[in-house]
């Protein structure tokens, strides 16, 4: 037997031997046939002592085995590796059904939330936000509103004092966020079109009362603002909140710093309420001439209108909360349900 | 104000339903808040008793009462049953307003069919001597409510301050009239009195100043006083008031009418026989008709007699000279007090009374005589006597003659944007009682109606054209603005993604109260000599627990802790963008630099309890100092700010070696720490706490004078790095070396990409109270590859720096 056909029968002797071959046995396999000193490579020894004509013919010989060999260890190879991947995988296997880890996401307030989308939906109307200080003096809280001093308007809203003393400069929490009005007539000129929200407290408290409440107001300074412009502007807003549907009434009231005042009722049902009736949302009215002239404004010159509302019960309506402590107790149950606020 | 519709029928012509009279007076501004129906009494019928048989031995009588369909039989145990009277028959199955239900019954063997009724059974009454006597001219058969008038509706007003008028049933009728167009039958028009038996016989003084700008005073001698008659009874019970004798119930009956007081005296019981209307000495006393006992200050207006008060003027009469069984003789006064007055007087000795109400807001000072008039016509009809001539005294600051308001109709147009014809407009205002005494082309000038002093201007008019046209009938139109670029405040802007920093991070916002006590900041456990440790009070506070302002929002977090531990809650992670107020912040508005007590906001935070990142392992994690201050940091840093937190803090409420006073760009922004134990027992609390408060206006001022986030070249060649392990102090602050290596003059280097911390180490291989702190600085540049031996030189030259730091040993 010449050494081709030994080498390529103890190569088909191992056939079997091959085929169950793991990954070590390959590798020793490899080594013994293609190393460099490897039986194949030594094959090609004995091409010196081939003629002429036989030399092509042998090495074409020697080039075919090593390449069923090759192809053969390669295909094992792959074979091995892939059932290994397989097998891996198999053992990594997870329970997806598991949380992730994850920093459970936190919650906004409620009735921060509906503030600023209350602030986006003004300013989107081109209304500025201005700011006023929640303790103020009782000319700002009240007397630039005229609301004067032996008025009974004064019995309206239950004031928190500060100061023993009364009197113009006293100090007050203020009863309203109107007191802004005076504030921002005294810091720029109309026109002007201006949102202020914010904390105001009153001196009387119930399961539906809260002592501190937060309430939005707005003013509107120009030449020509009429009542028709405050109706529409009111609409606009009750509708964005609400939706188109939401059917509104103006109702004759009273507050000393408006003439006319109205109070804005909307329905029920309109709003997606379960009863019959009417719902107050807040006041409005035309500024009174005096409120004007007591920041230096021309009544004759400029008019305008504002209006207000309070957000505790607007908030809770919306969320469906019943007691209004939990606005502001605190209590993690109660702020982790309002996910997707954000 | 409660009014009732069969008083209002005296006034004016309706036929509406009380659903429309309701929408009717909503709609003008006078908002019913509910109506009800009183004293239907279903099932109850004028009935005729036809035979009527005393049964021996009893007081029960056997009758036959015919019902107008059919004779029945009843058993009744009244006195007063007689044969041909007309009678309240309850028929059978019928509920009295007791809550009793008439059935069928047999009395003593006798067959009894309903009953008849006594006035206190059909709860008109509290008379229970014998059965109700009905006029004999009743129709038999009908409804007893109906027949009688008793049944009736009350509303409910809410009647805004600035409507006096509307304070009695005139006024409401009035604004009925207008709006349906029917005449307003006013009692006040057409009062027919007897000649005056006289001169006036009691002698009325009114002192200047006293706070009585017109008195109109009375003497009725002669009077007998008993029940007054039914229909008043009726009236006064609707809207909620115990018929007492015709003289208080005539008085009570005007007030709720014209909407004016009234004031009688017991002629007998004035000392001196004399009227004084006076400001009281201090310490004068008077008790009141409720008997309460009070000591007068000097001024206080009160009526007196010759003696001393017997009256708190325009609040209410004394208990010595009130009206009784015994009086004959009375004195009436109708007055106008000065509302100011009034409401001083009612405030300060917390009577509030129907008659102060009125007062205040501001009754008719044209009225007065009229009134009195009126009452005396009611007093003389039906409890006799006659009346003296009537004294009527003005003050000097009585009004003297009507408000006159010139009103344009160029304005109307222009404030309700809308145009109301000029016709219109009048036939409005005269319909509310104004009298146009000129006009021109473009105004009209109105005088006003004394019963409306709330109408001052012309914007007040305007109103009223408004408001009887209706709010529903002014088109709506939007204003012409320029177009404007509105940006939300950099407080509004910021404050919003600071929460949302903090909410995605874990946190629930929250809203405290504010108003707290003073024992929340003292769980604090503040020195006196703090200027935090003393709350701004409140002068008028409605409990001690919101009787304070809150100085520091973790106190208001860490009492929402312990409410959320008291309720099994333990993982609680708040934060907050409130206000806190004190003495000792004056920053935020001009004015608190004057007035003393300022506001400040800040940014607070509290974390504590299980935070377990994978829960189903079955650690209970608990969040610690690195969970929370990894929260804090992650924000701030998310913002945009480098926060450095500085060991050096002294809040005596935080754990000493657990605090750090948190500062960017140089600025101080506030604390962040542990709970202090201590404090933290002190609260009920059993697990570590951790907070932070920090300055929200110094943060948006940060944030808003940021630039944004500028770009650095980046390059494609390698780094390398090197690492320094210094030895410190274990108390001394880590940053220290991070610090000192980036403080080194060549570190600014462009080759310095970086310094890191590594890690922190105590144990094995360092000495006992010593910390291994390893650094490693990264090397690299945009144009190159490094050099060995540059790298090596700063190395070298950093670790020379931080070798010849005392304290700092190089491992």
Redesign the interface.
Known sequence: MNPLDEVRSSWASLASEINAADETKLVELRSRFLGKKGEIPGLMRHLGSLSADEKPVYGAAVQALRQEVESTLDRLQEQLRSAALKARLESERLDLTLPGDRSEAGTLHPLVALRDEILDLFTGMGFEIADAPEIDTEWFNFSALNVADDHPARDMQDTFFLSRERGEDSLVLRTHTSNYQPHAMRDRKPPFRLLSCGQVYRCDSDATHSPVFTQVEGLVLDKGISFSHLKATIYTMVRALYGEGAVLRFRPSFFPFTEPSAEMDVDCRSVGLDRDGWMEIGGCGMVHPNVLTNSGVDPEEFQGFAFGFGLDRMAMLRHGIKDIGLLTAGDMRFLRQFKGLA | MKASLNWLKRLVDLTETPAEIASHL????L?VEEWTAVNALPGVVVAEVRQCKKVEGTKLSQCVVWDGKQELPVVCGAPNVRAGLKVALATVGTTMPGGLEIKAAKIRGMESQGMLCADDELGLGTSHDGILELDASLPTGESFSKATGVADVVFEINV????PDATGHLGLARELALRLGRPLKNPLDDVKLPAASGPAVTPVSVEAGAGCSRYVGRTIKGVKDGPSPAWMQNLLRTVGLRPISALVDITNFVLLEIGQPLHAFDLAKLRGGKVVVRGAKAGETLTLLDGRNLTLAAGDLVIADEVGPQCLGGVMGGADSGVSATTTDIFLETARFV??TV??LARRTQCASDSSYRF??GVDPFATRAVSDYATSLILSICGGASDEAQDLSSPDHPSAKSVVKLRHSRVA?????DVPAATAKSLLAGIGCREVGSDADSTTWELPGWRP?IS????L??EI??LVG??N??????S?PV?A????A??KWT?RI??A??????????????VAQADQDRLQLPESDPRAKL???????SDE?AC?PRLAVA??L???A??AR?Q?R?????E?G?V?GRDLHE??E??R??G???ANRLAGLVTGPWA????TGSEAESDLWKAKGVLEGALSELGLSPVFVQDAAEPFLHPGRQAQVRSSGRNLGFFGELHPAVQEGLGLKFPIHVWELDLDAIVALLDGAKPAQSVRIGEFPGTHREINAVIERTRAASDVVDAVKAFPEAANELVEAVKLVSVYEGAGVPEGRKAVLVRVSYRSPDRTPTDTEVNALQDGIRQKLASIPGVTLK
Not at chain 2, 160 to 163: C, D, F, G, L
Not at chain 2, 414 to 418: H, K, R
Request: proline share 7%; glycine share 4%.
């Open positions: 909503t709609a003008v501004g908002e805004t301050p600035n409507r509302p100011s409401r001083f205040e807001r222009s404030l309700l944007g809308m709330d201007g012309e914007a007040d305007v109103e408004a408001r709010y529903d002014i088109p709506t139109s939007f204003p603005f404007a509105v940006r939300l405040p407080k509004e919003r929460r949302r903090f909410a995605s991070r874990g946190l629930s916002e929250t809203l405290s109260l504010r108003l701004v009070q409140l002068v008028n506070p409605l919101t302002l208001n977090l009492k929402a802790a409410r959320n309720r809650e993982s609680v992670r708040l934060f963008c206000k107020f935020t508005f004015e608190h004057k007035t007590i300022g506001e990142d994978r829960p189903w």
